[in-house]
T-cell receptor, first 115, second 110 residues
Framework: GAVVSQHPSRVICKSGTSVKIECRSLDFQATTMFWYRQFPKQSLMLMATSNEGSKATYEQGVEKDKFLINHASLTLSTLTVTSAHPEDSSFYIC???????????FGEGSRLTVL | EDQVTQSPEALRLQEGESSSLNCSYTVSGLRGLFWYRQDPGKGPEFLFTLYSAGEEKEKERLKATLTKKESFLHITAPKPEDSATYLCAVQAGDTDKLIFGTGTRLQVFP
């Protein structure tokens, strides 16, 4: 099966700092990657869709200047939480689409805690 | 607006006590309905994809079915290791993005 890796798995930062989370497809080229956020005991909420080489498409209510997404290659997308605040503390999960199949593969998630 | 609703929110079963989880959906142009298992602190683990009404898929103690309005995940003779949150998601239109339901937290007791 296809493998998607996220790094870091856990990160703690101070309020006001920026944090970058990486999502890599290890054994396939991902034409599209998706970023989700999950609060405790809640489901996954789609934040944005990123396509390699183009600007990300953000879901309604997601601040694009706060959550910067870069999809620079077919195997790497990054999510940068800028000027993080405690309310940004959450579980961030990426998924990658192996082009044309509709199949999505998920990373293991990154737990962000903002103090 | 596309919507996915799962029930129950939580389910406690005795080991061996079979049951079903429900996923109701309202979506335009369904391309696929997905079931995932999620353990605490982990990303979703793929279980099944169903594409058309009447389709069924099985894997070990799990069987997923699909109608035009809902999907069921049947768990036969569950074991404690089946304890997890089960997520349903739909894919619609011309995009690969998934819209998730709120999940069902399943606990199976020995």
């Amino acid at each position: 099966g296809a493998v998607v890796s996220q790094h870091p798995s856990r990160v703690i930062c101070k309020s006001g700092t920026s944090v970058k989370i990486e999502c890599r497809s290890l054994d396939f080229q991902a034409t599209t990657m998706f970023w989700y956020r999950q609060f405790p005991k809640q489901s996954l909420m789609l934040m944005a869709t990123s396509n390699e080489g183009s600007k990300a498409t953000y879901e309604q209510g997601v601040e694009k200047d706060k959550f910067l997404i870069n999809h620079a290659s077919l195997t790497l997308s990054t999510l940068t939480v800028t000027s993080a605040h405690p309310e940004d503390s959450s579980f961030y999960i990426c998924s990658a689409s192996r082009g044309g199949t509709g199949e999505l593969f998920f990373g293991e998630g990154s737990r962000l805690t903002v103090l | 607006e596309d919507q996915v609703t799962q029930s129950p929110e939580a389910l406690r079963l005795q080991e061996g006590e079979s049951s079903s989880l429900n996923c109701s959906y309202t979506v335009s142009g369904l391309r696929g309905l997905f079931w995932y298992r999620q353990d605490p602190g982990k990303g979703p683990e793929f279980l099944f994809t169903l594409y058309s009404a009447g389709e069924e898929k099985e894997k070990e103690r799990l069987k997923a079915t699909l109608t035009k309005k809902e999907s069921f995940l049947h768990i036969t003779a569950p074991k404690p290791e089946d304890s997890a949150t089960y997520l349903c998601a739909v894919q619609a239109g011309d995009t690969d993005k998934l819209i998730f339901g709120t999940g069902t937290r399943l606990q199976v007791f020995p």
